[in-house]
């Protein structure tokens, strides 16, 4: 079996170490300041190994997107132990350990619409509005798909500014964010039961992640 830079030996384990290295090289440095052949020195093969597993660099940052994320956010939407409401608002949970959104990052540098990598990041993110739109509706809120785009373009500023400022945004994101889905989902909506004293559902969430 032939050898890989480092003499470690190629074989199945090969195309994970290339995501693997891609994951660590296009977050601390870019995507475009990422060359193949210091990733295949990471990855520990050849490059003749890493174009046996993605014909071209377009593919494999395509596929370093899709490995991020690739339910959608299933530990938020598709949670039972929260109430719609509460589904909402944890999406703005986001740790500071978090990787800030590799699809705008991507989409920034690459500048090109029809890059591969560029059409994933657009189709993640339609979906992101989409399963906001749909737990809105769940909550009972009287314009669900404004909702939706509205704490879908909340959490894309968040992610910015974050990323821009290196400081945290996302529990100021939070608070917007209830004020928002207070006022879109009235307070005698069927999907938001009342308590004894007559207040609506369950109390928030904490949010912000920490």
Excluded: W
């Excluded at 597993?53 to 598709?78: C, I, Q």
């Excluded at 990052?105 to 029809?114: F, K, S």
């Amino acid at each position: 079996m032939e050898k890989g830079p480092l003499g470690r030996r190629r074989g199945r384990g090969a195309r994970e170490r290339i995501l693997s290295a891609s994951q660590q090289l296009f977050r601390d440095q870019g995507i475009n300041r990422t060359g193949m052949d210091q990733l295949c020195a990471v990855a520990q093969v050849s490059k003749r190994t890493a174009y046996q597993h993605f014909t071209s660099k377009d593919e494999l940052v395509a596929e370093y997107l899709r490995r991020f994320d690739p339910d959608v956010m299933p530990g938020v939407f598709d949670r039972t132990d929260l109430t719609p409401r509460e589904r909402l608002l944890a999406a703005f949970e986001i740790p500071a350990s978090t990787p800030l959104c590799p699809y705008l990052a991507a989409a920034v540098e690459l500048h090109d619409p029809q890059h591969p990598a560029s059409q994933y990041a657009r189709d993640y993110k339609t979906t992101i509005a989409a399963r906001l739109t749909e737990t809105a509706r769940e909550a009972g809120a009287t314009n669900p798909e404004q909702l939706g785009e509205q704490l879908a373009l909340l959490i894309d500023g968040a992610s910015a500014r974050t990323r821009v400022l290196n400081s945290e945004s996302f529990p100021t994101a939070a608070a917007i964010a209830a004020v928002l889905i207070d006022n879109a989902i009235p307070a005698s909506s069927p999907r938001q039961p009342s308590d004894d004293r007559g207040t609506t559902g369950s109390a928030p969430v904490p949010v912000g992640g920490q």
